[in-house]
């Protein structure tokens, strides 16, 4: 918890350095100013205009009404400066540097080079003070916040004057464009530092994904975060607590299995004396009774976790074993190339078979069908029979589990067989799934991991 702690706040002191020394490195621009004198100029002249930056535009519409006190008096200035009648000027400032002057007096300070003149004008209304309030407006070296003035000429046409492009919008848009690249050069270092902080948990997910009830956690989180450790801990010691239930289900299950098999053979002697009538029927219950127990045997023994040693098998040579051991005609097969395996030779047989006897069992026609590319080696056990619904198709893996229409003595078994085949071919790193085949019935579908796969101490020349 500490170490993501520190990270966490190291990144966020990064972003915050970085925003602070972007806004001091860019800062805010001043106001823009504007000399109603020059105004006035720029009025007649668009090379002034020019000059100073600011737009000139002419329009026949009148542009904007004249802003009450300051730009009143700006206006009489313009108006005396240019020789003109005032109602031929327009001038509007914005709200902050636009008193209304019929509410109190109107205070106006200009720096000059001889100091500072104070020029006052009065609540009540008089053109010559106006005139001389708007005569010392008109200083070359007086200025005011970013206006806008307006002059109708002889011709009835408006020249505009308005300030430069705002210089605020300008600074704003270089201030995200510094902050974007800021961004660009953070996100890096924040990448790594939100790989860093995941990764172990990102293992452990991993870790958990794969773990088994006979092999423990192999990843190594002892150098991790201590909640991290802590929850590795904890699968690893509920995996040793499963591992040790099932263990010892299988062991009674075996237990059991085993026992059945000592009245069995006691029923089987008494039903040799048995009348002829009654014995093939005894006979052929015992013979389906030993046969459920070989299957939980076998369940038993796959379910065990020991490890077993692997060879280089051949599938298109056990799958014709298999299907010699079966009525002739019964079981065709269809090879398309070499299929090596490295696997247990026992234990594919023994996945084919129950393959195969399944198919038989339920469907007929059945294909075994043999095929391989570098990534895997399949045998596919084809038959057509009423196949399966689409939900069942995993539920049948499960110990034990027989869908309803098979409850016969026909059928027989104790729904282990698929989940044999499953856990048999697991051992060797292969997989059996069930597949709706087109046209009707069943592909039962068995993979190895083929060539490209196998451990390079397996790979044989």
Partial sequence: MFQIGVLALAIVLLVQAVSVAVVLVTPPPAPSRMSPFRVAQALRDPDVARQEGW????????????????????????????????????????????????????????????????????????????????????????????????????????????????????????????????????????????????????????????????????ADFSSGPSEVTAVAAALDAMRTRLEGQLRQRMRMLTAVAHDLRTPLTGLRLRAEQAPPSARDRMVQDIARMDAMISEILEYAAAQSGVAAQTVTVDLVEVAKHVADEFAPGSVSLSVTGRAPVEAGPQRVRRVLLNLVQNALRYGEDVVVEVDADPEWSIVRVLDRGPGLDASDLEVVFEPFYRLEGSRNRETGGVGLGLSIARELAAVDGGAVELQQRRGGGLAAVLRYPGRSKWPSSAVRN
């Fill in 55 to 218: 737009r000139r535009v002419e329009t026949r519409e009148a542009p904007f009404e004249t802003t009450a006190g300051t730009g009143a008096l700006l206006g009489s200035g313009i108006a005396a400066t240019m020789g003109g009648d005032i109602e031929r000027v327009r001038v509007r400032l914005d709200a902050a540097s636009a008193p209304a002057s019929s509410q109190s007096s109107v205070t106006v300070r200009m720096a000059t080079p001889t100091g500072e003149t104070v020029v006052r004008r009065s609540a009540m209304s008089s053109s010559s003070v106006n005139a001389m309030v708007g005569a010392a407006l008109m200083s070359p070296d007086f200025s005011l916040p970013a206006f806008e003035a307006a002059w109708r000429q002889s011709s009835s046409q408006w020249i505009v004057i308005r300030p430069a492009e705002n210089a605020m919008g300008r600074w704003i848009a270089r201030l995200a464009l510094m902050l974007g690249l800021s961004l660009l050069l953070i996100a890096p270092i924040t990448w790594w530092a939100a790989r860093r902080l995941t990764r172990p948990v990102r293992a452990l997910a991993l870790a958990a994904a794969e773990v088994q009830i006979e092999r423990p956690i192999l």
